[in-house]
């Protein structure tokens, strides 16, 4: 049988990198931190990366593949990894990858993303291609790493045009705005059980958004301009209505199944499904992120999902180190590395 021993789990120095090499820890690996220049004193401060390798920009990581290669290293990628290395660098990584990186061109391209949804049977927001045809509320979202800055509500089109002016040339999507509760779903697929996991959920909080309502109407007419920004700050766990799981397990299975349809082996691993839930019932899909997000950050320790499965503390990082152990033990490592 193969040792864990000989392999070590390695990420980049943000996002969701405490979970994910506290939990390589807890499983038994050595973690190595490829850490950018100036966090290292808040990453020894956990003692969760038994080696620290420096880099001034994120994009070094492609200088270092070769050291990373050679102590056996397994990447755990998250959000930062596509952010900042890009995913024209991913895909010619070379240092072995946790989860699948065909699927990354899925989840980055809104159209596809949208249709992948759409496939799985999900229900989705509106689109409205052009902006003569706003005919409710809508939210519009700019391209590319804006993290929520910018975004802007409008309620027709006229109003739209307005709110548009200060931002020429950017790229935009027009969506519906759907009136009702965020809900970020995580799931964990293993292609070894064949099992998907509910892993918890979250709601993020935004700023400003989240501070609007306490601010009264009258006093926000008030004030010079009160516009909505949507700049995550960080992430409130929840907990969902227990009759609602079965239809959200089934939303995550979908999901898997038609990825598999979309790309050789499809998604498995940690994802998220980011969505809207209504008073109605409905839940609309808006979003699929196809790897840890930062929403499981507040369950190092598992969430109350994973303490009743596991019964031991079991974080999204844990879990893909075990998946990583198992896969290792058992000789299937190629049914997890992509
Ligand atoms: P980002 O580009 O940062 O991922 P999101 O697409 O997650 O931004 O959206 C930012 C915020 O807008 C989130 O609070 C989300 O809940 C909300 N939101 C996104 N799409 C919709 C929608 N169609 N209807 C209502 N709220 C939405």
Redesign the pocket.
């Known amino acids: 049988m193969k040792s864990i021993n000989e392999y070590t789990i390695a990420t980049i120095g943000s996002h969701s990198a405490l979970q994910i090499l506290k939990g390589a820890k807890d499983e038994g690996f050595k973690t190595i931190l490829i850490c950018p220049r100036g966090r290292e004193k808040l990453y020894k401060q956990f003692g969760i990366a038994d080696e620290i390798i420096l880099i001034n920009d994120y994009k070094e990581i492609m200088d270092i593949q070769e050291e990373l290669r050679s102590k056996n290293a397994i990447f755990i990628p998250h959000a930062s990894l596509l952010e900042y290395v890009g995913l024209e660098n991913i895909e010619k990584f070379t240092v072995p990858y946790f989860g699948n990186k065909n699927i990354l061109s899925f989840e980055s391209d809104r159209e596809v993303e949208r249709k992948w949804l759409l496939d799985s049977g999900l229900k989705v ?1 509106k689109v409205f291609p052009e902006s003569k045809d706003i005919d409710r509320a ?2 519009v ?2 391209h590319g790493a ?3 800055k910018g ?1 802007f509500l409008a309620k027709d089109e006229h109003d739209f045009k307005k709110k548009l002016q200060p931002h020429p040339k950017k790229k935009y999507t027009i ?6 509760v ?1 809900m ?1 779903m995580h799931f964990f697929y293993s292609p070894i059980t064949g099992e998907l996991e509910i892993m918890g959920f979250d ?2 909080y ?1 700023s400003n ?1 989240d501070s609007l309502g306490r601010i009264s109407a009258r006093d926000q007419m008030a004030l010079p301009s009160v516009d909505p920004s ?3 700050v960080g992430n409130v766990p929840v907990v969902v209505r227990e009759s609602f799981l079965p239809a959200i397990l089934e939303m995550g299975e979908h999901v898997v199944e038609q990825s598999k349809k979309l790309t050789s082996r499809g998604l498995w691993g940690p994802f998220c499904l ?1 969505s ?1 839930m209504t008073p109605e019932g409905d839940t ?1 899909v ?2 699929i ?1 196809a790897r840890i997000v930062a929403g499981t950050n507040p369950y190092s320790h598992g969430s109350p999902y994973t303490w009743i499965k596991y019964d031991e503390p079991m974080s999204n990082g844990r879990r893909i180190a075990r998946e990583i152990k198992i896969a290792i033990e058992s000789d299937q490592l190629d049914k997890i590395l992509g």
Do not use: A, C, L, W
Not at 175 to 180: K, L, M, S, T, W
């Open positions: 927001p809508v939210i979202k700019f804006g993290g929520g975004y969506q519906e705005y759907v009136i009702g965020p970020y709601k993020r935004e958004v949507y700049v995550i980011e809207i609309y808006f979003e992120s």
